[in-house]
């Protein structure tokens, strides 16, 4: 639905690749240690640039396949099916939200300095907004503040979930700027800190049950002690850092939801795989248990009911823009999330024992994506802002 021709004939190179370059490291990279892949996958990058792959989801005049938000949301579920596929072909969340919102905001001197080395895939980035100290889900209360000294910013806070700080080189910080200004959402501003700062510090790199993780596959507490930088970091205007992270947030649910469901695909395949694999009695395999077979026949179908619920939000978000998708942008949050969480759950459940152990990527992603529901908004914000506005509309 709504995709190109031309992403209809990239999705099965990119698919290709996967299976041919990627797949074949992923347990050492994801169970062992990312760092040690590094050489590795910075391979991978070369090669996705002579293959013209890299970049998807930038203009052709950045080194990207300039595609549509629809176009670069089917690719982003072929990749979604490795948790190295958008890492490899430089599409990676925080990054892809970072190098939007630089691209429509930053001042030619941040898009020189930072976006386009991060474009080109030579250094990672990181967004700093949630503070432990305060509910996430309503970040207009934060502690952190950049005060103004002369030419300088001086930055004071706390913060974690920064995802992939560990090795990043900046991140784009979200502070206090205007403490008095009347409306709430127009005191905080985004602020680039390259991480090299002597004022910035990296606490640690949290567990996620169990694991902490490092460099692009972590979350990190950080803090900013008197932390300085020049007023030219500053992106956009003064006052306008939730504006900006609305514009950041509308496609990047579009990306994470296409991830989740190529996730979700790959989980399928490997329930049906088992299934089809594992005896219970000499030619008597799992799949030929009716309770199997609605696992697989609910997946399949709630996958699809997926697909076509997030393509439909991208093409709306083209053609009228995100305020337009308001609606549909929480529906694909609250209910992909929850397939995602199902599909790995009964996919677990096929696999028995092995399911819980790290000899295949269930276990990684029953870790790792809980989060789904938590992060880009709780699912329950979601449902409620969905509920508000049907129930706005009925009351006329
Ligand atoms: C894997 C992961 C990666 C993340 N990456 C980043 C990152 O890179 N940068 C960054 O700044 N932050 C990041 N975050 C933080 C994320 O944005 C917050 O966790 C999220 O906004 C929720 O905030 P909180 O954790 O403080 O939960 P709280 O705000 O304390 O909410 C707790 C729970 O309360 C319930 N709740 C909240 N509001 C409502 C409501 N209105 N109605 C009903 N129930 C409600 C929900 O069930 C919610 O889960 C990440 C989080 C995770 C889990």
Redesign the pocket.
Known sequence: MFVSDKALELVPRYGAFLEKHIIPLEQGAIYGSFRAHLPALQALRAKAKEEGLFAPHLPVSHGGLGLSLVDFASISEVLGTSPLGHYVFNCN??DIGNMELMHQFASPYLQEKYLRPLERGEIRS???????E??????VHMSTTAVRDGDEYVINGH???????DGASFTIV?AVTNPSAENKYERASMIVVPLDNPGYRMIRNIP?MGDEGEDYLS?SEVEFVNCRVPVSHLIGTEGSGFTLAQVRLGPGRIHHCMRWIGICERALGMMCDRAIERELNPGHSLAMQQTIQNWIAESAAEIKASRLLVLNTAHIIEKKGAKAAKEDISTIKFYVSDVLMKVIDRAIQVHGGLGITDDTLLSFWYR?E????????????H??VLAKSILKSRMG
């Open positions: 969340a925080p990181c967004f700093a907004m949630t503070e432990p305060h509910a996430g889900s309503n970040p913060k974690w979930f920064t995802s992939s700080a979200m996620i979350h790792h809980r989060g789904a529901r938590i992060y880009d908004g709780p699912d329950e914000v449902k409620s």
